[in-house]
T-cell receptor, first 115, second 108 residues
Framework: ETGVTQTPRHLVMGMTNKKSLKCEQH?????MYWYKQSAKKPLELMFV???????ENNSVPSRFSPECPNSSHLFLHLHTLQPEDSALYLCASRLEIASSTDTQYFGPGTRLTVL | KNEVEQSPQNLTAQEGEFITINCSYSVGISALHWLQQHPGGGIVSLFMLSSGKKKHGRLIATINIQEKHSSLHITASHPRDSAVYICAVLNRDDKIIFGKGTRLHILP
């Protein structure tokens, strides 16, 4: 148990659906991250937020829309996804984005299947 | 006991030294990742292994499935290699399990 929670843990959606993934941490961390873990592929960094401000967007398609309303919550809004978007989506948090002494704490992930 | 154990937890070495970081795991896996985290940013993936050995530049990763052990080697280490190195495995239930990381500091 890392202190980072994600809901739902599993999600099946059609290509025309709109859904949201939620990440929550009460560790007092100021930096939050979304990662994508596809089958047979390395972990990919998608978005980075620091103090609710997006600081990094790694060329992610616009059908993925992040939202960080406060430093404890991070959302990933999904719409018109493709089957190749099926993956494990991991959220992580860290005390500060530019800290040399901290590692990231990962949530358990949301397993997304797009039909 | 954690399902993924890394050693050492912290490592300080002089520039040019050969570095080895170890990862042992206790579960059946479909793949193992070595990840790098620099102080200023998110985690990036260095290697994904399911067998054998891979090499990228000065980095070499090996895995022994029978012994449930993997190593990450850095040849001719440089201060810019200073980072946290994380071993992560994907188990047979498709769950990703992270090691606690090894903090590497290379002195000029």
């Amino acid at each position: 148990e890392t202190g980072v929670t994600q809901t739902p843990r599993h999600l099946v959606m059609g290509m025309t659906n709109k859904k949201s993934l939620k990440c929550e941490q009460h560790l007092g961390h100021n930096a939050m991250y979304w990662y994508k873990q596809s089958a047979k592929k390395p972990l990919e960094l998608m978005f980075v937020y620091s103090l609710e401000e997006r600081v990094e967007n790694n060329s992610v398609p616009s059908r993925f829309s992040p939202e960080c309303p406060n430093s404890s919550h991070l959302f990933l809004h999904l719409h018109t996804l493709q089957p190749e978007d099926s993956a494990l989506y991991l959220c992580a948090s860290r005390l500060e984005i530019a800290s040399s002494t901290d590692t990231q704490y990962f949530g358990p992930g949301t397993r997304l299947t797009v039909l | 006991k954690n399902e993924v154990e890394q050693s050492p937890q912290n490592l300080t070495a002089q520039e040019g030294e050969f570095i080895t970081i170890n990862c042992s795991y206790s579960v059946g896996i479909s793949a193992l990742h070595w990840l790098q985290q620099h102080p200023g940013g998110g985690i990036v993936s260095l290697f994904m292994l399911s067998s054998g050995k891979k090499k990228h530049g000065r980095l070499i990763a090996t895995i022994n499935i029978q012994e449930k052990h993997s190593s990450l080697h850095i040849t001719a280490s440089h201060p810019r290699d200073s980072a946290v190195y994380i071993c992560a495995v994907l188990n047979r239930d498709d769950k990703i399990i992270f090691g606690k990381g090894t903090r590497l500091h290379i002195l000029p």
